[in-house]
């Protein structure tokens, strides 16, 4: 059932994990807890989430520079999400990721929000700029 998806390698590594996916974008600075990794942005559909152990899916970042050292903080503490998979990768998150670590793809050929689910197993190969679907999640047909 896996699907192999091309994108643009941002920050090189491999992961795997669970998907938590949004269509918004987020703010790190003030958005999300660099202590615990939980999202507190409070109008946000990912309110109360966790980033740790997870391929975040989302649009973009929002918000100032300050964001990036909210990632690299998260990526030092083993709070943060274990890839990335972003729309358009902008500098503020090509800085954070590459400090922090952390496997990135951007410009994958449809719209990745329509392609995964929070909850689907996805593999992220940040050298190749791949990204594949390994299993759908039970609540994801």
């Known amino acids: ?3 192999v998806y091309q994108g643009r390698s941002i920050c090189s590594g491999l992961a795997e994990g669970e998907a938590l996916v949004t269509k918004q974008g987020i703010s790190f600075l003030g958005g999300v807890d660099p ?3 939980v999202i507190t942005e409070v109008d946000h559909e990912l309110h109360g989430k966790k980033l740790a152990g997870r ?3 989302l649009p973009s970042l929002k918000g100032s520079a300050g964001g990036m050292w909210i990632i690299i903080r998260l990526a030092a503490n083993n709070k943060g999400p274990k ?3 972003v729309s358009q990768a902008d500098t503020i998150l090509v800085g954070a990721v590459i400090i922090g670590g952390i496997p990135t793809v ?3 050929p449809l719209d990745s929000f329509q392609m995964f689910k929070s909850g689907d197993l996805i593999k992220v190969d940040g050298t ?3 990204v594949e679907l390994i299993k759908k999640s ?3 047909p």
């Open 128 to 130: 190749k700029g791949t």
């Open 1 to 3: 059932m896996s699907h």
């Open 138 to 140: 039970k609540t994801n």
């Open 35 to 37: 202590e615990t990794g």
């Open 83 to 85: 890839a990335i998979i």
């Open 55 to 57: 391929i975040l899916v």
């Open 106 to 108: 951007d410009s994958l």
